[in-house]
């Protein structure tokens, strides 16, 4: 089956600009998690949705936003980027919290901030 | 606050050697603790841990929880090139939806 897709792949913007990425999850699978990976911070937690909701958030500021639309795709937006945003974002799907299969990552969006 | 620390921070080995990552943990209800590789982009799972003492293996990996001491370690026997990638831990709590990372290991293993 196919597995996590994102788009873009990569992404170069200017400062004070909007991004958009996005997520396609495993079918099936109703957990999305979006990440930021960093040289310096590592894999950080953003958020995650299940049906919809947004059942947990991490430490990032309102300029972070996602949703997820009913066939679980998943979205998240980046508004008045700062160069401190450039990072891989990664998104991981599941089916079900605590499955022993764990999460599925996509490739991830290499999104550069100029 | 939760913590996962992995060490060594990088390590480089040559084929064939046996090596040791290392992951210890500090998290309120603590549910699962879980091994990934990355190669490139996509971390691609490896273990998930929920019981002290069982091993988890597959091919030449194995992992091991210790839930009393909050660590676990992930061996790698007879290195080949192609276990070259950073190697992540992470740790999920009841209640949460997410998972919080270490550092990761960046394991390099020379011809």
């Known amino acids: 089956k196919a597995g996590v897709t994102q788009t873009p792949r990569y992404l170069i913007k200017t400062r004070g600009q909007q991004v958009t990425l996005s997520c396609s999850p495993i079918s099936g699978h109703r957990s999305v998690s979006w990440y930021q990976q960093t040289p310096g911070q590592g894999l950080q937690f953003l958020f995650e949705?299940?049906?919809?909701?947004?059942?947990n958030k991490g430490n990032f500021p309102g300029r972070f936003s996602g949703r997820q639309f009913s066939n679980s795709r998943s979205e998240m937006n980046v508004s008045t980027l700062e160069l401190g945003d450039s990072a891989l974002y990664l998104c991981?799907?599941?089916?079900?919290?605590?499955?022993?299969?764990?999460?599925?990552f996509g490739s991830g969006t290499r999104l550069t901030v100029v | 606050e939760d913590k996962v620390v992995q060490s060594p921070l990088s390590l480089v080995v040559h084929e064939g050697d046996t090596v040791t990552l290392n992951c210890s943990y500090e998290?309120?209800?603590?549910?699962?603790l879980l091994w990934y590789k990355q190669e490139k982009k996509a971390p691609t799972f490896l273990f998930m841990l929920t019981s002290s003492g069982i091993e988890k293996k597959s091919g030449r990996l194995s992992s091991i929880l210790d839930k009393k001491e909050l660590f676990s370690i992930l061996n790698i026997t007879a290195t080949q090139t192609g276990d070259s990638a950073i190697y992540l831990c992470?740790?999920?709590?009841?209640?949460?939806?997410?998972?919080?990372f270490g550092a990761g290991t960046r394991l390099t293993v020379k011809p």
């Open positions: 949705y299940f049906s919809e909701t947004q059942r």
């Open positions: 998290v309120t209800n603590f549910r699962s």
């Open positions: 991981a799907s599941t089916a079900f919290i605590g499955t022993a299969y764990g999460y599925t």
């Open positions: 992470a740790v999920e709590a009841r209640g949460n939806n997410d998972m919080r």
